[in-house]
Every structure is written in C-alpha cells, then in structure tokens.
C-alpha cells in the first residue's frame, strides 16, 4: 500500500513519527499556501523568502507552490501573470493545481459549471480580467458570453500555466498536494478529486500516509503540524496572512506575511 516513490523509498518506518522525515541534502524547499488573488501578499512573501534564501547561497532553492491562486482576493489575473513569469532567479518552481484552478479551466469548456464558480469566488477572477461578472442566477447564454470573453482576455501564458499544473510533487520523505490524499489509497491509485478537494477523510485521519502530506486547501488561523502531515492554508485572502513552509533536511519552520 506504500507509494514506492520518492528517493528514500517510503515506508511505514521511514517517516515514524513523522519528526524525522525529511528533504535531500543540499536542497531548501519552501511550500506556499493559498494566494487566492492576493498578488500584495504573494510579492511581500516572495521578498521574505528571497531574504531568507540570501543566507544559504550554497543550497538549492525550490517553491512549491500549493494551488488556489485564483478567486475571492482581488488580483488573480496579477497572481497568475507572477507565477507564469518562473521563480526569482536562483530558485526552481512546481506549481500544483488547486480545486479552484480546476474550476476555472472547466468553466473555459462548459459553462455549464459556471454558477457553482461564480459562488465560490470566481466572480472577482472574472473581474481580474476585465470581464463583468454576472449573478450566479445567469442563463446559459448569459454565461456562454462571459466564457467566450473570458477565454478572449486569458493570455496565452495564463493558459500554459493553467495547462501545465500538477496534481502532486513528492520530495524526500514529503507529499506536497493541494487538499490531500485518500488515506490506505496508493499514490498511484488516487484520482484527482481527492487531490484537489478532499476534507474529512483525510484531515481526520491518523494514519501514516507514507509520506508527510504538505497541504493548503483547509483554512486554519495557523499551520496545522500533525505526524502525517502539514497544513498551510491560513486564508490570506481574508486573514492578510499568507504562509510558506520551510524545509531543509530534517528541520521545519515557517515564514508568513
Ligand atoms: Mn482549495
């Protein structure tokens, strides 16, 4: 039932604990939670990690960043032009999908899941773009306009980057995802659903998931460190704090604007 990814070879042992699980030598990893349209608090927070990164100038420098740049803040066409633009210089980059991406890349195929976006945050996506949101109570053909706009003003850039997230990244002894995993399900079988909406199951489970899940998605007022796994959502777009997740080797810290 074990992964059977990622260098160190997971198993139960590996990660016991949780405490001793760790990144490969040599490498920093710093995972970013929910921007949310929030491009003020994504540039004050990738200034602190350029700060921090500035003292280890020997070490390989990555972000992750965990999905849902889009919807309920103000500037996600802003957010989305930063991130398609690649990492500061001297970093890599993954950036994982987010449920709210999902919604976004379906709304430009089937209008048909536009009221269920619109009502939890895309009128303000559409808004970043230049398009008047419409009410959640709009028509069909209502909506059918909307996407043809939408589809009109989304740069090319905008559409790779969209095209181009990932569902999951594994580094050393962590999974980073966006909502989580379906806890006894290998990585291999899980689908995309739970990586990109999952809840209960997996917040309430205590079981060793082969791996430390690194996950946003699930808001709390701050990170949530359990042995199998870390939560980073602290609902930026609301609460002005926007939290990355350190890690290098065994240690774990946290930076946040
Ligand atoms: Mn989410």
Same mark, same amino acid.
């Given at each position: 039932m074990l992964f059977g990814l990622g260098r160190r070879g997971w198993t139960k042992d590996s990660v016991? %604990?949780?405490?001793a699980a760790a990144v490969p030598r040599g490498l920093r990893v710093y995972a970013v939670g929910d =921007?949310?349209? @929030?491009l003020d608090l994504l540039d004050r927070l990738l200034a602190t990690v350029a700060d921090d990164a500035a003292s280890a100038p020997e070490l390989v420098k990555y972000l992750v960043f965990l999905g849902d740049? =889009?919807? @309920? %803040?103000?500037e996600s066409a802003g957010v989305i032009d930063r991130l398609a633009a690649g990492p500061p210089p001297g970093f890599g980059a993954v950036h994982l999908k987010g449920n709210h991406e999902q919604a976004l890349i379906q709304f430009l195929d089937d209008v048909s899941v536009g009221p269920g976006w619109l009502k939890f945050g895309g009128r303000e996506t559409l808004a970043s773009y230049g398009v008047p949101p419409p009410p959640a109570t709009a028509p069909r053909e209502v909506l059918g306009v909307i996407q043809r706009q939408l589809s009109a003003r989304l740069p090319d850039t905008h559409r790779r980057f969209l095209a181009d997230l990932r569902p999951y990244v594994a580094i050393g002894d962590y999974l980073f995802v966006h909502a989580g995993i379906r806890p006894g399900v290998p990585l291999a079988d899980q689908g995309e659903r739970d990586f990109l909406w999952i809840r209960k199951d997996f917040l309430d489970s205590d079981e060793d998931l082969g791996a430390v899940v690194v996950h946003g998605h699930t808001i709390r007022e701050a990170p949530e460190v359990r042995h199998n796994r870390i939560g980073i959502d602290t609902g930026a777009y609301a609460s002005n704090r926007l939290t990355c997740l350190v890690l290098e080797g065994t240690e774990r810290r946290f930076l946040s604007t």
């Amino acid at each position: 039932m074990l992964f059977g990814l990622g260098r160190r070879g997971w198993t139960k042992d590996s990660v016991a %604990g949780g405490a001793a699980a760790a990144v490969p030598r040599g490498l920093r990893v710093y995972a970013v939670g929910d =921007v949310h349209g @929030r491009l003020d608090l994504l540039d004050r927070l990738l200034a602190t990690v350029a700060d921090d990164a500035a003292s280890a100038p020997e070490l390989v420098k990555y972000l992750v960043f965990l999905g849902d740049y =889009v919807d @309920r %803040g103000p500037e996600s066409a802003g957010v989305i032009d930063r991130l398609a633009a690649g990492p500061p210089p001297g970093f890599g980059a993954v950036h994982l999908k987010g449920n709210h991406e999902q919604a976004l890349i379906q709304f430009l195929d089937d209008v048909s899941v536009g009221p269920g976006w619109l009502k939890f945050g895309g009128r303000e996506t559409l808004a970043s773009y230049g398009v008047p949101p419409p009410p959640a109570t709009a028509p069909r053909e209502v909506l059918g306009v909307i996407q043809r706009q939408l589809s009109a003003r989304l740069p090319d850039t905008h559409r790779r980057f969209l095209a181009d997230l990932r569902p999951y990244v594994a580094i050393g002894d962590y999974l980073f995802v966006h909502a989580g995993i379906r806890p006894g399900v290998p990585l291999a079988d899980q689908g995309e659903r739970d990586f990109l909406w999952i809840r209960k199951d997996f917040l309430d489970s205590d079981e060793d998931l082969g791996a430390v899940v690194v996950h946003g998605h699930t808001i709390r007022e701050a990170p949530e460190v359990r042995h199998n796994r870390i939560g980073i959502d602290t609902g930026a777009y609301a609460s002005n704090r926007l939290t990355c997740l350190v890690l290098e080797g065994t240690e774990r810290r946290f930076l946040s604007t």
